[in-house]
């Protein structure tokens, strides 16, 4: 079965860096699109990044663009989202999303996600 599990978040000061990975199994990772989406305190899910590994095409925030990299390793079917420059209002739970469809373009539509991983950006 679809799995995805996230791991590195934390506590970090503002300007700090952080990577997060999400391991993902039971599916073929690079067919499909992948997503970093992010819920802060008290507020609705925001998308961060998309990448399609296979096809290498990504897709950023405008609130994080130029400060965060989205990756992926097909090898090892993991993702990535190295965070750089982090603000206070980057504090959320980062969760990874699979796009239930293999098309060209995102749909912005999630079938499975990771339990979460807690960013924390604070001095």
């Known amino acids: 079965q679809v799995q995805l599990v996230e791991s590195g978040g934390g506590l970090v000061q503002p300007g700090g860096s952080l990577r997060l990975s999400c391991a993902a199994s039971?599916?073929?990772?690079?067919?499909?699109?992948m997503y970093w989406v992010r819920q802060a305190p008290g507020k609705g899910l925001e998308w961060v990044s998309i990448?399609?590994?296979?096809?290498?095409?990504?897709y950023y925030a405008d609130s994080v663009k130029g400060r965060f990299t989205i990756s992926g390793d097909n090898a090892k079917n993991t993702l990535y989202l190295q965070m750089t420059s982090l603000k206070s209002e980057d504090t959320a739970v980062y969760y990874c999303?699979?796009?239930?469809?293999?098309?060209?373009?995102?749909?912005?539509?999630?079938?499975?996600w990771g339990q979460g991983t807690q960013v924390t950006v604070s001095s």
């Open positions: 990448i399609n590994t296979g096809g290498g095409k990504t």
């Open positions: 999303a699979k796009d239930p469809n293999r098309s060209n373009d995102p749909t912005f539509e999630y079938d499975y």
């Open positions: 039971g599916f073929t990772f690079s067919n499909y699109w």
